[in-house]
C-alpha cells in the first residue's frame, strides 16, 4: 500500500475525528443549557473520580476512598434520575463515529498490538484499486436487483437447461446469500460465475463486495488482465505498487473477466499462486474468492493447467449464467 495514501487518509480520519467529538460536545452544552441541575452532577462527578484516583495513589485511608465511592454511586443515581425524568438520551452525549470498531482512529486494539482497521484498509484499496475498476459500486447493491429483467420462459433447447433465466438467477441469489452469511466458514465454498456477457455476473459481485464492506470485510477487485500485468510489472521492477500482499490477504478477493488475459507461463503461475495461496488459509485468517469468466468449465479445461482448474473445481461453487443479454433491456444497467 502506498504510505502517502495511509498518511493522507489518516489525517482525514484525525479531522473526521475531532469534529464528531466537537459536535457531540455543542451537543452536550446545549443540553446542559436546557437543564444545569444535570451539567452540575456531571462535574461533581468529575471532580470526585479525579480525588478517588488521587487517594487511590497516595493515601492509605481506605474508608475515605469508600466515602468518595458512595458519594459518586448517589450522583450516578441522581444523573440518572434527571435523564429519565427529562428523556434525556444518554448517547446524545456521546460522538457518533463512522466506525464503530476503531471509532474513526484508523486502528484497532489486537493481542499483537495496534493494526489498521478494516475501515482504513478498504478506502485504501479503493483508492489505488478499486475505484479505477468497479463502477458505480455503491448502486449495486441487492436492492437494485430486478429479477423482471431475465426470461420467466424455460427453454432448454435454447439455454440447454431446464430451468428459466429467472429460476436460475433466482438459485443463484440463494447461493450468493448463503455465501454471504457464512463467509467466516472455512467450509463455505469461493464462487465461480460462468456464463456470457451481460447476464449479470460482475453486478451480483459488486452485490456481494457491497455487503461485505457494510459488514466490516475488505474488498479488493480486479479484472484478471490488470491484476496479473501488476504482478509482473512489480516483480520486473516496472512498478512500485506491490498488489501481491494485498490480493493474497484481502479478506474477499473479487477475479473478473478471468479468460480475457493474455497467457503466457508467468501468468498462469501467478494465477496458481494466487488461487492456491488463498485458499490455504494462513494464519488461520478467512479469506474468499470470487472468479467471474465468460468461459465454460470445459473452456477452463482447454485454457489453463490442470492444477489451477481442479482447484476451482473443487473449492468454488460453480454458477452458471444465461438467459439474454439484460444491458441490452431499458429497465437495469448492469
Known amino acids: 500500500m502506498n504510505s ?7 489525517i482525514k480520519y484525525d479531522q473526521k475525528r475531532n469534529a464528531k467529538i466537537s459536535s457531540a460536545n455543542q451537543k452536550k452544552y446545549e443540553i446542559y443549557d436546557k437543564f444545569p441541575e444535570l451539567e452540575k452532577v456531571d462535574n461533581e462527578i468529575n471532580i470526585l473520580s479525579i480525588n478517588q484516583i488521587k487517594n487511590v495513589l497516595t493515601s492509605q485511608d481506605k ?65 489505488e484499486y478499486n ?22 420462459v424455460a427453454d432448454k433447447e435454447k439455454y440447454g437447461q431446464k430451468l428459466s433465466p429467472r429460476e436460475n438467477i433466482m438459485s443463484i441469489k440463494k447461493i450468493c446469500d448463503k455465501f454471504i452469511e457464512n463467509f467466516d466458514d472455512p467450509t463455505e465454498d469461493n464462487l465461480l460465475f460462468c456464463g456470457n ?44 505498487n506491490n498488489i501481491c500482499n494485498s490480493i493474497y490477504n484481502v479478506d474477499l478477493l473479487i477475479i473478473d473477466d478471468l479468460g480475457t488475459e493474455a497467457k ?44 489451477i482448474v481442479s482447484r476451482i473445481i473443487g473449492n468454488y461453487n460453480a454458477c452458471y449464467f444465461y438467459g439474454d443479454d ?9
Open 63 to 127: 474508608s475515605s476512598i469508600d466515602e468518595i465511592k458512595k458519594k459518586i454511586v448517589a450522583l450516578r443515581k441522581k444523573r440518572e434520575k434527571i435523564l429519565s425524568e427529562n428523556k434525556i438520551n444518554v448517547k446524545d452525549f456521546e460522538p457518533v463515529f463512522e466506525c464503530q470498531k476503531c471509532n474513526d482512529t484508523g486502528y484497532v486494539k489486537t493481542p499483537n498490538g495496534d493494526t489498521l482497521c478494516s475501515c482504513i484498509k478498504q478506502k485504501l484499496y479503493n483508492i
Open 326 to 334: 439484460i444491458r441490452m433491456k431499458k429497465k437495469i444497467k448492469i
Open 264 to 307: 503466457n507461463t508467468l501468468k498462469i503461475t501467478e494465477l496458481f499462486n494466487i488461487i492456491n495461496t488463498r485458499l490455504l488459509n494462513q494464519d488461520n485468517k478467512i479469506t474468499k474468492t470470487i472468479i467471474s469468466t465468460n468461459l465454460s468449465l470445459q473452456d477452463l479445461y482447454d485454457v489453463y493447467e490442470e492444477r
Open 4 to 10: 502517502d495514501n495511509l498518511k493522507n487518509l489518516l
Open 197 to 240: 456477457t451481460g447476464l449479470g455476473k460482475t453486478f451480483l459481485s459488486s452485490c456481494i463486495a457491497n455487503e461485505m464492506i457494510s459488514r466490516g470485510k475488505t474488498v479488493l477487485y480486479q479484472t484478471a488482465p490488470i491484476m496479473l500485468d501488476s504482478i509482473i510489472d512489480y516483480k520486473f521492477g516496472k512498478s512500485s
Open 131 to 152: 475505484n479505477s475498476n468497479i463502477y458505480d459500486l455503491k448502486n449495486q447493491t441487492f436492492k437494485s436487483f430486478k429479477l423482471d429483467c431475465y426470461s420467466d
